[in-house]
């Protein structure tokens, strides 16, 4: 055989299959030891391995991220996945009417939802107007924001007080900076489950931002307890070098796992706590862990892919609603 990428050598006096390395690179008949052999097996399985795991790693990425719209697409699950999990945004005289007696609480998504999608995640400003729905809802509600990003960030971002952020994929919580009636005794709720990790992240972030810089494109983001790779302005020829990088950097850290997102991966700790958790862990901070009294209203995108627009107007509904049932306002 003669192909330099796959090269396998058969010697049946020494010990059959030899490697898959071109010829020159071998022993010699006379010097190939049954360690030998183990060794090259050992690198041949972990080849197939690693490029089985790329494979998959690329497929997952253009699912993830498909290059046209998802309401233009007929080929995709949208509409049966709408059955079973309806949007916020088109039942809002059910949400009221569920909501009858009960305290409802508000958790936004940021990237998608209360702003645009950006090639650079670093501009993806929300609206003023935007802003202001948002503070107007948490007048009326406890309101949290539930994202990937950096707490910090999104704080920069959003850069209202009132609120709870939970960033790093509910990582890292905290609760509003000043006095707030929902508080309920709990002001300045930090929660941080992951914090061992973040030595092992931050090295994690310069590995990648070192193996991926040859690669046009590509943006390592530090989430503080998540980095995120965005592949958004990566063409999609350079997918697999990509997700090569990245393997070969998470596969010298056990502890930490890979999700996927809209045209990123994120690397994370494997700890058991993900974005349902934090929900769960702010609903107790807030008084109502296993209450019958609250409805919790969660709108974020990655499946629905609504737009700022709508959520800004079902936001809006929600406080002339409030304010109806106040008798302060006309009804919506």
Not at 37 to 52: P, S
Not at 87 to 114: C, H, N, P, R, W
Not at 307 to 332: N, T
């Amino acid at each position: 055989m003669t192909n330099q990428q796959n090269v396998t050598v058969l010697d049946v006096k020494s010990r059959g299959l030899r490697s898959l390395l071109p010829p020159s690179s071998l022993p010699a008949a006379n010097s190939f030891s049954p360690t030998d052999f183990k060794l090259l097996l050992k690198k041949r399985f972990e080849t197939e391995k690693g490029g089985a795991k790329i494979n998959t790693w690329v497929d997952s990425m253009r699912a993830s991220s498909p290059t046209r719209s998802i309401k233009s697409d007929p080929s995709t699950d949208k509409s049966s996945w709408i059955v079973h999990h309806p949007s916020a945004l088109s039942m809002f005289e059910q949400i009221m009417a569920a909501s009858k007696g009960k305290q409802i609480v508000m958790f936004l998504d940021y990237d998608g939802t209360l702003s645009p999608i950006v090639e650079d995640p670093d501009q993806a400003f929300m609206s003023g107007e935007m802003r202001a729905a948002v503070r107007d809802v948490a007048r009326y509600f406890p309101t949290a924001i539930v994202t990937g990003r950096c707490r910090d960030k999104v704080y920069s971002f959003v850069k209202l007080s009132g609120l709870y952020y939970a960033g790093s994929h509910g990582m890292d919580i905290k609760g509003p900076s000043k006095s707030c009636k929902y508080n309920k005794g709990n002001q300045g709720v930090l929660f941080q489950p992951a914090s061992e990790f973040l030595p092992m992240i931050d090295q994690v972030y310069k590995a990648l931002v070192e193996k991926t810089k040859s690669i046009q494109g590509a943006k390592v983001e530090n989430n503080k307890f998540c980095v995120s790779v965005h592949f958004r302005c990566v063409d999609e020829k350079s997918w697999a070098a990509l997700a090569e990088q990245v393997r070969s950097v998470l596969s010298q850290y056990p502890k930490l796992k890979l999700t996927q997102g809209r045209k990123v991966l994120e690397i994370r700790p494997t700890i058991k706590w993900d974005k349902g958790r934090a929900l769960e862990f702010l609903l107790e901070a807030l008084g109502y862990v296993n209450s019958d009294d609250v409805l919790p209203i969660y709108i974020g995108d990655d499946r629905t892919d609504e737009d700022a627009f709508k959520v800004k107007e079902f936001l809006r509904r929600l406080v002339d609603w409030k304010k109806y049932s106040q008798g302060g306002a006309a009804a919506p």
